[in-house]
C-alpha cells in the first residue's frame, strides 16, 4: 500500500507493515516518487482510489504527476463523480480516466454521467457495488445491552460529522416522533470531519446541540463521538430501529455508510440522493423529500408503529446485502484486475513475435525477387 499524509509529517500516523510507500499530501517530488517506488515494486496493476480534496495540487492535480510516470497498467476508482465539474476537475477526471486500464465507480449513476459528462468510452467503465463487512447478524437486545444502549426505538446516523449531513434535519423532526414515540433517541455516532475540525472547530456539533435544546429534544439526542471498528458499527447497526441519512442534496453519487447500514440489514430512512434511490429499490428502505423534516417524521412514526413492515424492510435489506459482502466484491475486482493482466501479457507475447518474425525477415539475404 502507498499512503497519503495530510501533512509533511511521514510519521503522523501509526500504519502497520503493509504501507510500503508514504506521500506528504502537498509534496508534488512524493507523488513522482512514489511512482518510481511502485514501478520497481514488481506490481502488476495499481489501483488508485480517488476522492476530491484527498490528494494535492489545485483539485488534486498533483496525482496527475504519479499517473504520468507510472510503467504499470493501473486502474481509477473514483469515489465521487461531479455532475457539473469545472474545466480543471473535468480535465483531471478525464486525464486519469484516458490512461486508466479500467474506471471503477460503484453505482449506475456514476456511469452515466461518466459516459454523459465526461465522454468517457462505455467499455473501459465498470460498475461494482461499495462492498460491507461479512458480519453474521447479531440479536438486537444483547447487543444493545453490550452497548449500553436504551431499550426504547433508538434511530441512527453514523460516519464523519459535518454541515452536508443534514443531521439538522433529523434532529428538528424529533419534536413529532417523539409525541407519538416517547422513548425514542437519535445516536450520532461519530467524530467531527477532521477537514471541517481544521476550519470550524467543533462548531457544527456545537450547533445540533443548541437547536435541540432550542426545540426541547436534548433528551432525545445521544452524540457518541468516537471512531469505531467496523464489528462495533455492524453492532450499533443492528442495535437501531431505523437508520437515517438525511443528506440534503442529491450530488451523492457514492455513501459508504448507506452501504454498510444495507449490508447490516438496517431498516433505512433517507433522502432520494443518488446511490440511495438506486439502494433503496425494491423496497429496501424508505425516502423523504430533502429538508423536509415534516415528512421525515411522519415516515418514521408510521414504521415505529408498523413493526411488520419495519421487519420487512430490514429483511429486503438484509438479503440484498448478501450480495454486498466483501468476499464477493472483491472476487469481482480480483477477476478484473486478473483479466486485465492476462490480457496484457497476452498483447505482450503477440508483440515480441511479431517483431521477432520482422526481425527474423530483415537478417535473410535479399533475393533477386526481393529486389523486384
Not at 471512531?227 to 438525511?246: G, M, R, S, W
Not at 439502494?279 to 408510521?302: E, I, M, P, T, Y
Request: glycine share 6%; aromatic share 8%; charged share 20%.
Amino acid at each position: 500500500m502507498v499512503a497519503l499524509n495530510d501533512s509533511d509529517d511521514k510519521y503522523q500516523y501509526d500504519y502497520d507493515d503493509r504501507v510500503k510507500f508514504v506521500i506528504s499530501q502537498e509534496r508534488l517530488t512524493d507523488y513522482q516518487a512514489a511512482a518510481s517506488f511502485i514501478n520497481r515494486s514488481g506490481a502488476d496493476l495499481c489501483c488508485i482510489q480517488h476522492e476530491f480534496g484527498i490528494f494535492g495540487g489545485r483539485n488534486g492535480d498533483y496525482l496527475l504527476a504519479l499517473t504520468r510516470a507510472l510503467r504499470v497498467p493501473y486502474t481509477v476508482i473514483f469515489h465521487t463523480v461531479l455532475e457539473h465539474p469545472d474545466p480543471m476537475q473535468l480535465s483531471i477526471t478525464r486525464k486519469l480516466a484516458d490512461k486508466a486500464a479500467k474506471v471503477i465507480v460503484m453505482s449506475n449513476k456514476a456511469v452515466q454521467l461518466l459516459r454523459d459528462a465526461y465522454r468517457i468510452p462505455l467499455g473501459k467503465i465498470v460498475s461494482i457495488p461499495h462492498g460491507v463487512p461479512d458480519f453474521e447478524k447479531p440479536d438486537m437486545q444483547a447487543t444493545r445491552r453490550e452497548l449500553g444502549l436504551p431499550s426504547g426505538n433508538m434511530l441512527l446516523t453514523f460516519g464523519l460529522l459535518g454541515p452536508n449531513k443534514g443531521l439538522e434535519t433529523a434532529i428538528k423532526a424529533l419534536p413529532a416522533i417523539r409525541e407519538q414515540h416517547p422513548d425514542v433517541k437519535y445516536v450520532i455516532l461519530g467524530k467531527t470531519h477532521p477537514g471541517v475540525l481544521k476550519h470550524l472547530g467543533e462548531d457544527y456539533c456545537d450547533g445540533l446541540k443548541r437547536l435541540a435544546m432550542e426545540i426541547g429534544v436534548s433528551e432525545n439526542l445521544l452524540f457518541i463521538s468516537k471512531f469505531v471498528d467496523e464489528k462495533q458499527l455492524h453492532a450499533y447497526l443492528t442495535a437501531c430501529n431505523i437508520y437515517l441519512t438525511p443528506y440534503p442534496n442529491v450530488a451523492q453519487i457514492t455513501s459508504g455508510t448507506l452501504s454498510y447500514a444495507v449490508g447490516a440489514g438496517a431498516a433505512v430512512v433517507s433522502t432520494p440522493y443518488w446511490h440511495a434511490s438506486e439502494l433503496l429499490q425494491g423496497n429496501r428502505g424508505k425516502l423523504f423529500s430533502f429538508n423536509d423534516h415534516g415528512q421525515l417524521a411522519a415516515v418514521v412514526n408510521d414504521l415505529l408503529s408498523n413493526p411488520v413492515e419495519l421487519n420487512k424492510l430490514k429483511q429486503n435489506a438484509f438479503r440484498y446485502g448478501l450480495s454486498l459482502r466483501w468476499p464477493r466484491i472483491g472476487k469481482q475486482y480480483t477477476r478484473l484486475f486478473k483479466a486485465h493482466i492476462k490480457a496484457r501479457e497476452e498483447s505482450s507475447m503477440l508483440s515480441d513475435n511479431t517483431l521477432m518474425r520482422v526481425t527474423s525477415s530483415l537478417t535473410r539475404p535479399l533475393s533477386w525477387k526481393t529486389y523486384s
